[in-house]
């Protein structure tokens, strides 16, 4: 019996390296410059009221940093606009003046040099816009999780191990670990050779200091790589399912360390993909769409799962 085909699902968020790449970009072209109009394309994506959106106009741009998943915009007077883009949220870099795109345009930023447009793509608005005073204000956006390419292995095993979760969950909670999304979480775990539904306790040491070695890795090559592909330009093609990926995104293709084909669970809008030779010892992970539909007809091995296509 052949296992039914699940769409590969397009559910991810510009997470650590994509944001680190967007706010690098970012710096010399609105960095110590004023915002000469702030201008809203969408009411919507503005989620506060106070302060409102004229109250940033001709303030200068003081700081850029990451919160999270979160790009944030200091001005003049602790003025704070906290920028979250969610799944189809990008940004574009335009000339002076641009005009706001009827469809997928939600906001633009007019700076001397040229104007940020923050679009998004689809029907859904998700992406977000918190303007707030003062650095108490901001720390509400503050989730507490780890800023893993600061961390050593103690302090990360700490927080890793303070309560018992699958890996899958522990790298993906903000309040765990801060900025690593689906997409680079399958991709760390394939690096460490670890099952995404391994529970943090059970971890060795062995196996947390590859997980931590992993997630620095696998973070920071990626920040390599893009702003390598960049150069000097503005990041246009923010996407979670990138060329050079081991696992994320490329479900039934080969593992380029072992040659098995690349498996996936999927649970609510979004999936998880492995490789179970390198990860999980051969053995499947059940998916529950699936498991459910086929019951005691769910392959327990990738060699089973061969067999039945074959």
């Given amino acids: 019996m052949q296992p039914a085909v699940v769409p590969t699902l397009d559910c991810d968020v510009p997470e650590l390296p994509d944001v680190v790449v ?89 700076f001397p040099g040229g104007t940020l447009l923050l679009t998004e793509a689809g029907s859904k608005r998700q992406a977000s816009i918190h303007l707030v005073r003062g650095a108490a204000g901001l720390a509400e956006f503050d989730r507490g999780g780890m800023e893993v390419l600061e961390s050593d292995l103690p302090s990360f095993a700490e927080r890793l191990t303070r309560d018992n979760h699958t890996l899958k969950r522990a790298l ?31 971890l060795t040491e062995a196996e947390t200091a590859r997980l931590h070695v992993a997630v620095i890795q696998t973070l920071g090559g990626w920040i390599t790589r893009t702003r390598r592909e960049i150069g000097e330009g503005f990041p246009e093609k923010v996407t979670a399912f990138r060329d050079g990926m081991a696992v994320h995104g490329r479900y039934d293709q080969p593992c380029p360390v072992c040659g098995s084909p690349v498996q996936r669970i999927v649970y609510a809008s979004n999936e998880c993909n492995y490789c179970a030779t390198c990860q999980t010892d051969g053995r499947l992970l059940s998916d529950r769409a699936l498991s459910r539909l086929l019951r005691q007809d769910w392959p327990k091995t990738v060699e089973e799962m061969e067999r039945r296509r074959g």
Avoid: C
């Fill in 22 to 110: 967007y706010l690098e970009a970012l710096a010399p072209r609105v960095l110590d410059q004023p915002l000469r109009r702030f201008r809203v394309g969408n009411p919507f994506i503005v989620r506060t009221i106070d302060p409102p959106p004229a109250d940033f106009d001709g303030r200068r741009v003081t700081a850029l940093r990451r919160l999270g998943k979160r790009l944030i915009f200091g001005f003049d007077g602790e003025l704070f606009l906290v920028l979250h883009l969610m799944i189809a949220g990008r940004l574009r870099w335009r000339d002076p003046g641009a005009a706001i795109p009827r469809k997928s345009g939600m906001a633009a930023f007019d």
């Fill in 172 to 202: 993906t909670d903000p309040t765990i670990l801060s900025g690593i999304g689906n997409a680079y979480s399958d991709e760390i775990l394939h690096a460490a050779k670890l099952s995404p539904m391994k529970q943090t306790r059970q």
